[in-house]
């Protein structure tokens, strides 16, 4: 190859990185753009989220807070709340799991002691439960029953 060509081939090379080098940089703040648009609605969307955790883990606590011994004296199934009450409860853990990582998302660091804890795994012991919730559903009859017939059966201390 003669001196000429060699010239005008790294002149076309030299041009040519030169635009490749303008299109990565032109790529990379692009990407850098997006990354940083992506942060600041994380961001929002952490707020937000930590804004309202804790509506979101009462809720949940509420929709499981029926008791089985309530279901057994209404007459409905109380294994049905027993499982509703644990569904719950694991719903409960990943809301509050996702408070704590909203969190140090927002803040850069893990949030204080006692913030948005797990809650702690118990036993289910199903059959004890189902026996006590009997157990106290039968006590809540008998009161109920012992109260119409004390009514009806009984003079009130007023006389009437």
């Known amino acids: 190859m003669t001196d000429a060509k060699l010239q005008k081939a790294r002149a076309v090379a030299e041009k040519a990185a030169q635009e490749l080098a303008a299109l990565e940089a032109a790529e990379a703040d692009k990407a850098e753009q997006i990354a940083a648009e992506r942060e600041a609605k994380q961001r929002e ?17 509420e929709s ?7 279901a057994v004296y209404e007459g409905t199934d109380p294994i049905a709340a027993v499982a509703v009450f644990w569904v719950e409860r694991a719903k409960r853990n990943t ?4 408070a704590r990582n909203a969190a140090f998302r927002l803040h850069g660091e893990h949030p204080a002691e006692g913030f ?7 036993d289910m012991m199903i059959a004890d439960r189902l026996e006590e919730a009997i157990s106290r559903a039968a006590s809540l009859h008998a009161a109920d029953l012992a109260d119409e017939l004390d009514s009806k059966w009984l003079v009130s201390e007023d006389g009437v």
């Open 45 to 61: 969307l952490d707020a937000e989220f930590l804004a309202q955790w804790e509506r979101l883990d009462a809720d949940l606590q």
């Open 64 to 70: 499981g807070n029926k008791s089985a011994s309530d």
């Open 95 to 98: 809301v509050r799991q996702h």
């Open 116 to 122: 948005a804890t797990h809650l702690s795994d118990r």
